[in-house]
Nanobody
Framework: QVQFVESGGGLVQPGGFLRLSCATS????????MGWYRQAPGKERELVAS???????NYADSVKGRFTISKDNAKNTVYLQMNSLKPEDTAVYYC?????????WGQGTQVTVSL
């Protein structure tokens, strides 16, 4: 059964940092591209970072240079290190397959960047 459980969100001031984690099951990390997505209020969900089975990464322009995606194959866990956070990074963050998302999403983790 494919599942994604996100954690690590919270309230942080602009310029701060957070590290998100996504524990997965039912996904072979060596075969699937994994991605972090986010959805801000009133906006569509967007892909912000992805990592291939071989470890190659790709980022949306809005987060390039500030966010880093990584994974631990042994733990079936994907991470998103977010630095230099901005108020516009406020959103619910989700992980899922990075090309065609699995039809069911986890509960996500809320990230709020505010003074």
């Amino acid at each position: 059964q494919v599942q994604f459980v996100e954690s690590g969100g919270g309230l942080v001031q602009p310029g701060g940092f957070l590290r998100l984690s996504c524990a997965t099951s039912g996904t072979d990390f060596s075969l699937y591209v994994m991605g972090w997505y986010r959805q801000a209020p009133g906006k569509e969900r967007e892909l912000v970072a992805s990592i291939t089975g071989g470890g190659s990464t790709n980022y949306a322009d809005s987060v390039k240079g500030r966010f880093t995606i990584s994974k631990d194959n042994a733990k079936n866990t994907v991470y998103l290190q977010m630095n230099s956070l901005k108020p516009e990074d406020t959103a619910v963050y989700y992980c899922n397959w990075g090309r065609v998302p699995y039809r069911y999403w986890g509960q996500g983790t809320q990230v709020t960047v505010s003074l």
